[in-house]
């Protein structure tokens, strides 16, 4: 019974290292979000809880241009540009264009980020969903 008991011990043991090995990650992510240009809010929130971290912003498919006409799902996201304000220091990034529907601000300081998205369009807005990914 005594050698049963430890074979199982082990195994539990083996099981809790093997999971948090393999379970630890450079990336986590925040909850999606949804956005709409041209709406003057901010298009999401995130707290960034590591300094010099990385920031990746992920939109995620389908992304929609609406007219006053029509609704266009779109394939291309060069219309698209991203930049962080730090809701603490009011600092503001530059705008990021995206590539592949990615986009990363490197080396961010700890704190808490507004994420706004802005197009080029001029006969519309866009709306859809994004991701906030740190690396």
């Keep these: 019974m005594r050698k049963m008991y430890s074979l199982i011990s ?13 379970g630890s990650s450079v990336q986590a992510s925040v909850p999606r979000f949804s956005f709409q240009t041209e709406d003057g ?15 990746e912003i992920d939109l995620i498919s ?4 609406k007219t ?23 600092a503001t990034t530059s705008y990021h264009t995206f590539t ?22 001029t006969n519309g807005y866009v709306s859809g969903k994004l991701d906030v990914v740190f690396k």
């Design 10 to 22: 082990i195994v539990i043991m083996a099981v809790l290292a093997i999971t948090t090995i393999g």
């Design 100 to 121: 592949n529907g990615k986009t990363l601000f490197t080396s961010m300081k700890t704190g808490k980020y507004y994420v706004d998205i802005k197009d080029t369009y």
């Design 68 to 90: 006053a006409s029509e609704t266009t799902q779109l394939s291309n996201y060069n219309n698209l540009a991203v930049r962080l304000r730090n809701a603490s220091t009011g």
């Design 62 to 65: 389908p992304i929609y241009l």
């Design 41 to 55: 809010k901010w298009d999401g929130e995130v707290g960034n809880p590591n300094n010099l971290a990385n920031i």
